[in-house]
């Protein structure tokens, strides 16, 4: 098995249905080389996507996932979901973040049947990683860069939403479009001590839903890293696939 360049994977699990694997090649991310696919923009851009393509017209939906203090990502993740239902998306969201060290879920699993193929399987390009979740389980299915966009998320809801206090504190949210820009926040599930906050600024307490964050286009490869690719990991590539994953670079100047 020859796998010679930067993949990564996202999943999204429709509960009792199908998980939809995004995957990634190093070229289609937001940062150059490879970066910044676990901030806030290239994460909430996948969410996002997922809401509108695999959703089932659902009013209320609930979501579990990981926490993420050290990537900064929850406080823009609030604003996501909170924003939805103040256009209309969903009436009510709740948003469960699991305790460090109990992260384990369905996820996991269907990333289990992924390695367990991968590792039996000849994976020179993103295409043979993308027939790899296909043929792994029923349950999994692959998303590819080109049916979705990155979007600038991380400016657009700064500028309409606050920072929770707090936020490590808490593990479940709740939204409501009964009562816009507001979030509801617990400790633990069992708790009755539950913190309400006005998590919108207040001149964006309407919003519209055609107001959206810009696109962002990834940023490809520098010329470092094409070279690099060209003359240490294109000869680990099966003859048929090196101009596919490892192209000749192009020269210092521009032919």
Same mark, same amino acid.
């Given at each position: 098995?020859?796998?010679?360049?930067?993949?990564?994977?996202?999943? *999204? #699990?429709?509960?009792?249905?199908?998980?939809?694997?995004?995957?990634?090649?190093?070229?289609?991310?937001?940062?150059?080389?490879?970066?910044?696919?676990?901030?806030?923009?290239?994460?909430?851009?996948?969410?996002?996507?997922?809401?509108?393509?695999?959703?089932?017209?659902?009013?209320?939906?609930?979501?579990?996932?990981?926490?993420?203090?050290?990537?900064?990502?929850?406080?823009?993740?609030?604003?996501?979901?909170?924003? #939805?239902?103040?256009?209309?998306?969903?009436?009510?969201?709740?948003?469960?973040?699991?305790?460090?060290?109990?992260?384990?879920?369905?996820?996991?699993?269907?990333?289990?049947?992924?390695?367990?193929?991968?590792?039996?399987?000849?994976?020179?390009?993103?295409?043979?990683?993308?027939?790899?979740?296909?043929?792994?389980?029923?349950?999994?299915?692959?998303?590819?860069?080109?049916?979705?966009?990155?979007?600038?998320?991380?400016?657009?809801?700064?500028?309409?939403?606050?920072?929770?206090?707090?936020?490590?504190?808490?593990?479940? *949210? #709740?939204?409501?479009?009964?009562?816009?820009?507001?979030?509801?926040?617990?400790?633990?599930?069992?708790?009755?001590?539950?913190?309400?906050?006005?998590?919108?600024?207040?001149?964006?307490?309407?919003?519209?839903?055609?107001?959206?964050?810009?696109?962002?286009?990834?940023?490809?490869?520098?010329?470092?890293?094409?070279?690099?690719?060209?003359?240490?990991? #294109?000869?680990?590539?099966?003859?048929?696939?090196?101009?596919?994953?490892?192209?000749?670079?192009?020269?210092?100047?521009?032919?």
């Amino acid at each position: 098995m020859c796998t010679c360049c930067i993949f990564q994977i996202f999943g *999204f #699990r429709a509960d009792g249905y199908k998980q939809y694997n995004y995957l990634i090649d190093e070229d289609q991310t937001i940062g150059q080389d490879g970066t910044l696919v676990h901030g806030q923009d290239s994460v909430i851009s996948m969410l996002d996507h997922a809401f509108n393509s695999f959703g089932t017209g659902e009013s209320d939906c609930g979501i579990h996932a990981d926490n993420c203090f050290g990537q900064n990502k929850n406080r823009y993740v609030l604003a996501y979901l909170s924003w #939805r239902t103040m256009i209309g998306s969903h009436r009510n969201i709740k948003y469960m973040m699991q305790l460090p060290g109990h992260t384990r879920c369905l996820i996991d699993a269907g990333f289990g049947t992924i390695k367990k193929l991968y590792r039996r399987s000849n994976c020179d390009t993103l295409q043979h990683v993308t027939e790899v979740v296909l043929k792994s389980a029923h349950s999994n299915v692959p998303v590819t860069y080109g049916e979705w966009m990155w979007k600038g998320w991380k400016v657009f809801l700064a500028d309409r939403f606050k920072k929770v206090p707090n936020i490590s504190k808490y593990h479940h *949210f #709740r939204f409501t479009s009964l009562e816009p820009g507001i979030v509801y926040m617990k400790v633990a599930a069992d708790d009755t001590n539950e913190i309400r906050f006005v998590i919108c600024k207040t001149n964006y307490l309407q919003m519209d839903r055609n107001d959206l964050p810009s696109v962002i286009h990834p940023a490809g490869l520098s010329r470092e890293r094409q070279t690099y690719l060209y003359r240490h990991v #294109r000869p680990l590539v099966r003859r048929l696939f090196q101009d596919v994953l490892c192209p000749v670079p192009p020269s210092s100047d521009g032919q």
